[in-house]
């Protein structure tokens, strides 16, 4: 029988991945730990491992897995930037779930923008202590604004939806645009100094990371709003912090944070924060920071746990791999 390794562990995971698991005849050991070089020794005995957003798997994780017998490591998430695909060829394949609800991200990022822009995150804590005033609360229509999308892929294709049917103007970014879009594709540079939102969906590679940095804040328009449902290190964390304070920046919606790893998806409410720039962006009223949930719909989980206990059939069967991803994805 499959014996699955599943490492980062949350309640919502094991609802989904207990639903389907039987039918497949595999069976699953769960772990809260996030997989590393260190707790990679919990996968022993298994051929799979099951990793997330924030497991590091990197050469060392990857040789001791390998070491200890694993095969497969098969990601319940999109992105795979914290895997080194160099290291894993030869030793262990890697698959993915590359695409499994791009509404739910969609979704989540005009709820960011709408709440970012009309406040609705003061106005919640104001009537719940019976402050109804409305001052501080005046946002901007959305209808008529230009808002840059950088990535068109699932998820910005959906976005763009969604905003066009705000009535806005899209000016959009991407190494590979899509051919006959009914909206605008510019340069990164055009899109900075044009739009009144920003929106990242492309993926975090060597060539993203800190594609929101210093010199590409101060090509924006003054007063811009940045949401973030990609990765976290797309952005210059520190000079979003800086723009903030300037008010060169109105405002930003950040589902993802470059440290995030060693914060999110646990409660630190007893603690006091380290992270200064984390700490002093989740405080800025303009801010809304939020724990890498863009993708936690009931649909989006229920898609992950199938998809992924697919790829897993297909390795234990010795078939292709659907989802494979190697050093040219
Ligand atoms: P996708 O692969 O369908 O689309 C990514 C797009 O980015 C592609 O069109 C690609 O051409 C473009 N791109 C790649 N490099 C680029 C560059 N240097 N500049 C501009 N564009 C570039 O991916 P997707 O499903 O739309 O997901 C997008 C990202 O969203 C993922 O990479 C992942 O990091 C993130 N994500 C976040 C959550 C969440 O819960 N917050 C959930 C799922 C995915």
Redesign the pocket.
């Known amino acids: 029988m499959t014996k699955i390794s599943f490492f980062d562990t949350k309640p919502y995971d094991r609802t989904f991945f207990d639903q389907y698991v039987a039918d497949f005849g595999f069976e699953i050991e769960y772990f809260e730990e996030k997989l590393n070089a260190h707790t990679a020794v919990f996968a022993k005995g298994s051929s799979v491992v099951v990793a997330f ?1 924030n497991d590091t798997v990197d050469k060392y994780c990857i040789n001791r897995l390998a070491e200890y017998g694993v095969g497969l490591v098969a990601l319940r ?3 795979f ?1 914290n895997v080194d695909i160099n290291a894993a060829a030869g030793k262990v394949k890697v698959v993915r779930v ?3 609800s ?1 509404y ?2 969609a979704e ?1 990022t005009m709820g960011l923008l709408l709440t970012i822009n009309r406040k609705l995150h003061k106005a919640y804590n104001r009537t719940r202590e019976y402050n109804f005033g409305l001052n501080g609360l005046t946002g901007f229509d959305l209808h008529g604004r230009t808002i840059g999308v ?8 959906v976005f763009i939806d969604i905003c066009r049917g705000f009535g806005m103007k899209v000016l959009a ?4 645009p ?1 051919n006959d879009a009914p909206y605008e594709y510019v340069s ?1 540079e055009h899109l900075c100094e044009n739009s009144d939102i920003i929106s ?6 060597k ?2 990371y800190h ?1 929101i940095d210093e010199r590409a804040i101060g090509r924006m328009k003054d007063g811009v709003i940045i949401l973030n ?3 976290g290190a797309l952005i210059d964390s520190e000079a979003l912090l800086e723009a903030l304070k300037d008010r060169k920046v109105a405002g930003a919606g950040l ?2 944070y470059e440290e995030e790893a060693d914060f999110f998806y646990e409660d630190w409410s007893d603690t006091v924060i380290k992270d200064d720039i984390l700490a002093r962006l989740v405080n800025l009223p303009n801010v809304l920071v939020s724990s ?5 719909t009931e649909e ?1 989980l229920s898609n992950i746990a199938l998809t992924t206990l697919n790829n897993i059939k297909e390795f234990a069967d010795g078939m292709p791999l659907t989802n494979e991803v190697t050093i040219n994805a």
Do not use: E, K
Request: net charge positive; glycine share 8%.
């Open positions: 957003v998430c999109a992105g930037n590359p695409a499994y791009p739910a991200v989540y950088v990535g068109t892929g699932r998820i910005g294709r970014y991407d190494m590979y899509v990164f990242l969906h492309c993926p975090l590679t060539q993203t594609l449902t990609s990765r589902d993802v890498h949930q863009a993708f936690l989006a």
